[in-house]
Each structure stands twice: as structure tokens, then as C-alpha cells.
């Protein structure tokens, strides 16, 4: 017997792809004569809902294959500014109506206030605070008023008019328009001076500081540290907000801690840097201040979470500063701007418009959105422009989390899938080809396994093996667990296949000329039913995707904050999630139900393809 | 036909007693130790050496230093106790619930009562669509109605049952406003009388139901309408309609009864999905039922209640298989003669 050439799953391939290696005498004998693989590619192929099947999976196959790549996942990502955000692009988009005639702008968190030139004030991005709660809903006083000063916190906007009168809405719940007693004498007397240069807005408190020094704060003081130092009182010039405390630049030109947290807070030592100068600007960020000094260098200061303290060689001094939520925006004496910090939604990607010497006019920047009016009155936007599917309840963007989910619940499938076969072919092969008592036990076994509810059966090997693994080792032990709990149905099936070729000729042959039991079923049986159970697989991976996806669905699949398909809507089973934030379900069980059903197309067809009499049905 | 009944029942006992030592010694993995919880209120007041005797002597009298197999039986009944007595699963004891501070027995009436309930009611709902649905779809094989068919079916059993839980919660609770959302009595709600309270059950489970059915819905059809369609292929069908017979007895008493074997053969596996698919059903839904018991029982460590909720799946599956077996011989003669 000659030698063969080449590694037998290769072989089988190529006998499967090229038909034997008997060379094709005759024209009409080519044409006539197909292999079975042939045959079988084209009936899989020449059904609608096949094909539809194959581009459907390849491409929800290569957007999870591909995507995260661009959508990293960042496990530990969470952000309480961001949280139920529903799809949308539209954070920065300024109405087109006050195009070319903007007076001012205030970024707030997810949405923007504007003013135009007639005085007449506009709101844009998502707006919405709670299902009551909508920041667009501006109040009718408000809107006969002269605005002259505002700004937006995170779930409030602040307003002043021409006659000193301070208007808040938006969330007012939690005292963030109760003024104190002083403001609202203020308010009321038209001879008290109350001539106000700046108001800020910031997580449910405001401030306000009027041209003789004083700084007013109200809002909720369970929250934020929203007292002042008698001491300084009179003496503000400006101040800066973080998400709960407060430092102001004085009219002297130094910086101070004017709060009672004192030595409670990163803010309170003020860099030795700062005390040898003068002071001409302050911004803040969520957990850092920043200074710009009189020869216009910055110094920043406090929890430095995203590189704001790795401040840049600037090309000129800075002349003034702007702070987001996790980044700063600097411009310079010559017109650059200039962002670091975090760059995570694009907040530091300054457009080449606005980059390099451009006639800006003044800079808006909020929590991840920059604002640039130029001279000419256009505006020049980045940052972050929205999500589009959406966040979910912790303010995680949902498109990176379904890219990721699927390729952990792929591969999960994937495995288990293989798991699964192995040990039904093995199984079924030794049960079929030996018979007796080997398959009475055998048979019996896959019987009871087969016979176990799968997902309670499931959810307690998860549960007891699982109680002292670490994420990734539950994430195996999963895919084990359904491989061990599935292979009944293949198992079965190589079982039934290999009693009806034990029967044929070419077995009797085979042993005749001496060959191992073993290398007969595993070498000589096994390619014959290798089309079927390929059919077995696909419907399996289907299968054993959706248990996962049920067992993470129930707590007890892959664990948090590892995303899959399941666990994306573990926690959609709630009325409000269901009425309110429907992008948190909708766009995760679509994708995974369009995954499934293509993979049960393609196996159905498959099945089709390979078992003739399968297809008259 | 009885020596075959006997027999299946001696072999699901079998089945049943290795089921039951394979998941009581998965529970022994878990490390606890029942002794040292007891005495843990007392050890403030006693000297080490106390303790420690005390200790080793509740663990003895907790036999809780007996070999696996010693435990597993007396867990089962099977075996004496240390003091004498049989006190196990066969005796009606299976533990205490830590979780609900009463034992097992009383804490599992309600919830297996209503996922029975639940699950048969289901079961006879999609028997009773799925049935005639792919008779009808195998007789008119290939015409519209019958692709439309395969298509709708292909989607049942690709969705999971969640997803299709939350769409009908999304469109019967929250745009129609038809069913309750959640739960399984209206909350505060006084009885007049038990009908009362019954057709309010009835109502807070309508949804549930009709989720489940629609899930299991989709392979159960496709596999009566490809039995159905071998059936009717077969030599003896061209036979009956030479002979003239009426269209109807060739479907239902030729077609039918041949058909009827490979499906009952694949019930048994459906309907333990379906028990299996309460569990995530009852989740959702948040109701009394075995699932939601098991569920908050994994959630809580409280093993001893999981372990007879395990039982009681082992059971189900145990008796559907026996069932199956039964009905099996019902129909197929071949099985009543041979065995």
C-alpha cells in the first residue's frame, strides 16, 4: 500500500473538495459526475433564506470580530453624568435659529443652553433630567425676561436678568433654587447693588459673585461644601466649581480654599508654586483645579484621574482656561487652543479651524463638550456629540458593550460547542462501533444527562464550582459547563450513524485487510458523518449562545462587568428599564436574536444540503 | 406491558438514588460547617478547651465526620441517625432553610403548587396549537401559509425566551396595558372569596403563559410537521388513498398515529426545557414559583433548600421520562410485545 501524503484532516478536505484522485478521462464524465460535496454546496447555497442567513452572521460575525478594536472596553468605565442616555447625536448641536447671532453659551452635562442676539434663549442636546424633569422646558418668566448671565449644572440652569432677578429650573427638587435670605433681599430691593460678573452651576448647587466680592452660594448643602470663610468674604474675584466643593481667586490675585473641608480636601493645599505669583485665571474640573499664572503658566492641583496634571509645553501664554468634566481647554495669548486630560470622547481633539491662531471670540467648555464662537459668529464644536445606542445605567456606552458582549458570548458558544462534540463523538463513536455493554452504559448516561433540566442543572455546577473563581475562570467554567451538559444530542446522533456504516462494505474491507477497531471508527467512519455533524455544530453553537445568554441573563452565567448578550439584559427586566430607557433592550436582544436566527438558517439549510430526504420536507 | 412499566420504574429509581449522591456531594464541596455555626453564639462565654470539646461533640452528634456515603444516606433516610432514628428525604425531611428560617417542605408548597400549575397549563397550551399547527403545515406542505409557518417558528426557537418575555411585557404591559407587569396578586388586594382569588392568579399569570407557550412553540411544530411529512410519504399512505379511504382517516388515523412516535420521543426533552425555561420566566416575572425559590436559594447559599428544589427537578424529569416511556408503549405495539 502506498504511502499517503499529507495530514488526514487535509486529505479528507481535499477528497471532500476535488472528489478522488482517479483521474477524469472523459469531457461528459466531468460534467455529469459531482462530488457530494459539490452537490451538497450547491443546494446549501441556492436557498434564499441560507444566503440570507450567511451575510447576516458574517457581518454581526466581523462587526464583533472587528469592533473592539475601535470600541475598547474599559471594564472599570462608569460615569453618573452619563447614566440612561438614550441614542442620540445631537449634545452640540447648536439650533440652527441662532446660527451667526450667538450671544452666549453654557455647556451643562449633557445638553447646552444658548442666548442669541434677540435675546431669546435656546436649549439643545438631551435635556430631558427625569420623566418629569426637562431642562428645555423653560419657564415662561424666564423667557419674557432680558437674560444677560446664566449657566448649566448638571441637572439645573441658572439665570440672571437685567433687573438682578435670578431664575433657576430644571431639577429644583433638591434645593437647588432656594436662594438664601441675603440674595433674595437683594433680589427684591432694587437699591441694594447687586451687580453679579459671574454665575456657575455646577451638581446641584450654583454660585454667584457680584463686582464688590461677594460670593453667593445656594443650593444643596448636603452634597457640596457651599459655605464660605467669613474672612474672604468681599473679597472673591472668581470662582470655580468641581462636582462638590469650590476655590476661589481673590481680588489680590491669590488662589484660596475658602470652604470648611479644609484639610478633608485634595484642594485645600494650594501648590507652593502659585503663593510667589499672581493669579489671573482659575478653572476646575470634576476633581482638579487648575491655575493660570500672571507669566501665564498652568498649575494644576487635586485627583489627578485623567492626566490633567500632565499639562503641556504651550507655544505661548495662556490666557485663559476653560475646564470640562475629566479635560482642560487652554488659549493662548496667540490664539491656540490647547486641550489635555482625558480624550475619551474626543474632548481634546480641537478641530484645525479652532486649533492654530483662528479669531475666536470666546470658548464654552462643559462636561465633555468644547464650544468655539469665532469672531465671524459661527461655532466650532468637540467633544462629545452623543451615543448611538445609548448608555445604560451606569453610564457605559451601550455600542461597546454589545461589541464586546458578542465576542465574549461568541467565543463562549464557540467552545462549548467543541467541547460538547468532542466528547459526543467520542462517546457516540464508542458506543456505535462496539455496541453491548459499552453502549447500554453509554446510552444510559446521555440519557440521564440528557434527561437533567438544563438550565437549574446549569445555574448549581455554576453556582457551587464557581463560588470561589475569579471572573475569567467563570467565564471556562461556563463554557465547560454547557460543553458537558450538551453533547447528549451529538452523541446520539454519531451513535446512530455509525451503527448504520458499520454495516458497509467498505468496513468489511477494512477490517478484512487487518485494520485497528479504533482507527475504524475514528478514521474510516467518522469522515462519512463529518457533513452531519457540522449540520450538529451549528445548530448547537445556536443553542448553547442562547443557554449562556440565559445563564448570564439569570446571574449565574458570565459575572459583571465582563459584557455579553446575556447580561447586557439582566437588568432590562424591569418596568422602568422596559417603559423608559428601551434602547437598553432593544439594541441587545435585536442583535442577538438576529445572530441566532441567521446561525439557525444556516444550520437548517446545512441540514438540507447534506441530508437529501431532509430537504422534500 | 406491566413488566415493562416495573421495570423502567426500578430503573429510574436507579437513576434517581446515583442523581441524588451526585448532588449532595457536589453540595459537600462547599465548604461549611454546621457545627461551628451553632455553637457560634455561645463561644463568647467559654474558655477554648470548652469550645473546642463541645464542638467535636456536636460534630459528632451531627455525624458530620461519617464517611460521604454514611451522610448521603442518612440525608435520604436510609441510614440511622446518631440517635437512632431515621430522620431523612424518604421520611419527608429535607432540612432547613436558612434562608426562610422554616424547613424546606413548608417553604416549597406554595411555589411548586403554582410552577406546576404554571408549567402544565403551558405544556397543554402548546401541545394544543403546536399539534394540529404542523399537521396542517405537513398536509399543505410548501404553500404560503406553511413557509409563513417555518418562519415564525424559526424565530421562536432562535429568540430566547427573555426577549420574548420583555417584547410582550413591552407591548401587552406597557403600550396596551392589558396585563400586570409583575408579580402574582394584585398588591394589597382582599379576597371575597377564593374564586376571587383564583381568577386573580389567572390573571397576573396569563402573560407568563403565554410567553412560555409562544417560546416552546417554534421547535415542537417543526418537529410534528417533519414526522408528519415522513409519515405521509410513506408507501402505506399511497396505499390508504388507493384504497379510497377519506383524506381525513389517511391524515389522522394513518399519518397521525405513525407520525406520533418520533414526537413523543422528543416531548420529554421539550418539556424539560420548558421546566427548565420557567426558571428564567419566573424571574422575569417575578413569581412564587420553584424557579424564583431556586434562584434567591443559589443567591443566598441556602443549600439545603436548593438541594431539594434540585430534587424536585430530578423528580420531574425522572417521571416525564417514565411517562414518556409509558405512552410510548401506548402507542408503539412493537414495545408492548418485545420487552
Redesign the interface.
Known amino acids: 500500500m502506498a504511502k499517503k501524503k499529507g495530514f488526514f484532516l487535509t486529505r479528507w478536505l481535499k477528497r471532500g473538495v476535488m472528489g478522488s484522485d482517479q483521474e477524469v478521462k472523459d469531457i461528459m464524465q466531468e460534467e455529469q459526475v459531482q462530488t457530494p460535496f459539490r452537490t451538497m454546496l450547491r443546494n446549501f447555497l441556492s436557498k434564499t433564506t441560507v444566503r440570507v442567513g450567511l451575510v447576516g452572521f458574517f457581518l454581526v460575525f466581523l462587526f464583533v470580530l472587528i469592533g473592539p478594536r475601535y470600541w475598547v472596553l474599559d471594564l472599570s468605565e462608569q460615569d453618573s453624568t452619563l447614566i440612561n442616555l438614550p441614542p442620540s447625536q445631537n449634545m452640540m448641536s447648536v439650533p440652527s435659529e441662532m446660527k451667526g447671532k450667538i450671544a452666549d453659551i453654557a455647556a451643562g452635562r449633557t445638553y447646552g443652553v444658548g442666548l442669541d442676539t434677540d435675546g431669546k434663549l435656546h436649549t439643545w442636546g438631551y435635556t430631558r433630567i427625569t420623566e418629569k424633569i426637562n431642562v428645555a422646558d423653560i419657564p415662561k418668566e424666564v423667557q419674557e425676561a432680558d437674560i444677560v448671565m446664566f449657566a448649566a449644572g448638571d441637572d439645573h440652569v441658572v439665570a440672571l436678568d437685567k433687573n438682578g432677578q435670578l431664575y433657576v429650573w430644571g431639577n429644583t427638587r433638591l434645593q437647588q433654587g432656594n436662594f438664601t435670605s441675603d440674595m433674595k433681599k437683594k433680589m427684591k430691593d432694587p437699591d441694594e447693588s447687586w451687580d453679579i460678573i459671574q454665575l456657575e452651576a455646577s451638581n446641584q448647587f450654583s454660585a454667584a459673585v457680584s463686582s464688590d466680592g461677594t460670593l453667593y452660594l445656594w443650593g444643596n448643602s448636603n452634597l457640596a461644601d457651599i459655605k464660605l470663610r467669613s474672612q474672604y468674604q468681599g473679597q472673591v474675584a472668581k470662582v470655580a466649581l468641581t462636582s462638590n466643593e469650590y476655590i476661589c481667586l481673590l481680588k489680590d490675585g491669590t488662589v484660596a480654599y475658602t470652604g470648611f473641608k479644609d484639610k478633608g480636601s485634595a484642594f485645600a493645599a494650594i501648590p507652593e508654586a502659585l503663593k510667589a505669583t499672581k493669579v489671573v485665571d482659575i478653572a476646575s474640573t470634576s476633581s482638579t483645579m487648575a491655575a493660570v499664572t500672571e507669566d501665564g503658566r498652568v498649575v494644576v492641583w487635586g485627583n489627578d484621574k485623567n492626566g490633567e496634571k500632565s499639562v503641556p509645553e504651550f507655544s505661548a501664554p495662556v490666557k485663559k482656561l476653560y475646564g470640562g468634566r475629566f479635560h482642560y481647554t487652554a488659549l493662548l495669548e496667540n490664539g491656540d487652543v490647547v486641550c489635555w486630560g482625558s480624550n475619551k470622547y474626543g474632548q481634546c481633539d480641537v478641530p484645525a479651524a479652532v486649533a492654530h491662531g483662528a479669531k475666536i471670540r470666546e470658548i464654552y467648555t462643559g462636561n465633555f463638550q468644547n464650544y468655539a464662537v469665532m469672531e465671524d459668529g459661527s461655532v466650532q464644536t468637540w467633544g462629545l456629540k452623543g451615543f448611538i445606542l445609548g448608555t445604560d445605567n451606569l453610564g457605559r456606552d451601550l455600542l461597546t458593550r454589545i461589541v464586546n458582549g458578542g465576542r465574549v458570548t461568541m467565543t463562549v458558544g464557540a467552545i462549548s460547542v467543541i467541547i460538547a462534540t468532542f466528547i459526543g463523538v467520542v462517546l457516540g463513536g464508542l458506543a456505535g462501533y462496539f455496541g453491548g455493554k459499552t453502549d447500554l452504559l453509554i446510552m444510559r448516561i446521555a440519557?440521564?444527562v440528557?434527561?437533567?433540566?438544563?438550565?437549574?442543572?446549569a445555574?448549581?455546577?455554576s453556582?457551587?464550582?464557581g463560588?470561589r473563581l475569579d471572573p475569567t475562570q467563570k467565564m471556562y467554567l461556563v463554557m465547560v459547563v454547557l460543553g458537558v451538559l450538551s453533547w447528549t444530542g451529538t452523541c446520539r446522533l454519531i451513535r446512530a450513524q455509525i451503527l448504520a456504516q458499520r454495516e458497509m462494505e467498505y468496513v468489511t474491507a477494512a477490517k478484512a485487510m487487518g485494520i485497528k477497531e479504533g482507527v475504524i471508527v475514528f478514521r474510516h467512519i467518522l469522515p462519512n458523518v463529518l457533513s452531519l455533524l457540522l449540520v450538529s455544530m451549528t445548530l448547537d453553537f445556536?443553542t448553547c449562545m442562547?443557554t449562556e445568554?440565559?445563564l448570564s441573563?439569570?446571574?449565574?452565567g458570565i459575572p459583571l462587568p465582563t459584557p455579553t448578550w446575556?447580561n447586557l439584559?439582566k437588568g432590562?427586566?424591569n418596568?422602568v428599564v422596559?417603559?423608559q430607557y428601551?434602547w437598553q433592550?432593544v439594541f441587545p436582544?435585536s442583535i442577538?436574536?438576529v445572530c441566532?436566527?441567521c446561525?439557525?438558517?444556516i444550520g437548517?439549510g446545512l441540514r438540507d444540503a447534506v441530508d437529501p430526504k431532509?430537504a422534500?420536507? | 406491558m406491566g413488566k415493562y412499566i416495573l421495570k423502567r420504574c426500578g430503573y429510574i429509581v436507579v437513576v434517581f438514588l446515583i442523581l441524588s449522591f451526585l448532588m449532595y456531594s457536589l453540595y459537600n464541596l462547599i465548604p461549611t460547617d454546621p457545627a461551628r455555626q451553632e455553637l457560634e453564639p455561645q463561644r463568647k462565654g467559654l474558655k477554648a478547651d470548652e469550645y473546642q470539646m463541645l464542638y467535636q461533640q456536636l460534630r459528632k452528634e451531627m455525624g458530620l465526620d461519617d464517611p460521604l456515603v454514611v451522610r448521603y444516606l442518612r440525608w435520604m433516610g436510609l441510614w440511622q441517625d446518631t440517635d437512632g432514628t431515621f430522620n431523612g428525604v424518604l421520611e419527608g425531611n429535607f432540612g432547613y432553610s436558612n434562608l426562610y428560617k422554616r424547613n424546606v417542605v413548608e417553604v416549597i408548597q406554595a411555589p411548586m403548587g403554582n410552577t406546576i400549575f404554571i408549567n402544565i397549563f403551558s405544556t397543554i397550551a402548546s401541545l394544543s396549537i403546536t399539534i394540529p399547527l404542523g399537521i396542517y403545515c405537513a398536509v399543505h406542505k410548501g404553500k404560503r401559509f406553511d413557509s409563513a409557518t417555518q418562519v415564525v417558528t424559526m424565530l421562536g426557537y432562535s429568540i430566547p425566551v427573555y426577549i420574548i418575555a420583555l417584547i410582550f411585557m413591552y407591548i401587552f404591559c406597557v403600550l396596551w396595558r392589558v396585563f400586570p407587569i409583575m408579580g402574582q396578586k394584585t398588591a394589597g388586594m382582599e379576597y371575597a372569596n377564593s374564586w376571587e382569588e383564583f381568577v386573580d392568579m389567572l390573571y397576573h399569570i396569563a402573560l407568563p403563559v403565554i410567553v412560555m407557550t409562544f417560546g416552546s412553540l417554534g421547535g415542537m411544530t417543526r418537529y410534528v410537521r417533519s414526522s408528519m411529512i415522513d409519515a405521509l410519504s410513506m408507501d402505506y399512505i399511497r396505499t390508504a388513498r388507493a384504497k379510497g379511504l377519506k383524506e381525513k382517516v389517511v391524515i389522522y388515523s394513518h399519518a397521525w398515529r405513525n407520525a406520533l412516535l418520533p414526537v413523543i420521543t422528543s416531548i420529554l426533552g421539550w418539556f424539560l426545557g420548558i421546566f427548565g425555561g420557567s426558571v428564567i420566566i419566573e424571574n422575569t416575572f417575578s413569581l412564587n414559583g420553584m424557579g424564583k425559590l431556586y434562584w434567591q436559594g443559589l443567591n443566598n447559599m441556602d443549600f439545603e433548600l436548593v438541594l431539594a428544589i434540585q430534587m424536585f427537578y430530578s423528580i420531574v424529569s425522572l417521571v416525564g421520562s417514565l411517562l414518556i416511556d409509558i405512552s410510548y408503549g401506548l402507542v408503539d405495539p412493537r414495545v408492548r410485545v418485545d420487552k
Open positions: 440519557e440521564v440528557g434527561g437533567l433540566p438544563f438550565i437549574p442543572f445555574m448549581i455546577l453556582a457551587v464550582i463560588s445556536a442562547l445568554s440565559g441573563y439569570l446571574g449565574f446575556g439584559l432590562a427586566n418596568s422596559i417603559q428601551w433592550w436582544a442577538f436574536g441566532t436566527i446561525i439557525n438558517m437548517d431532509s422534500e420536507r
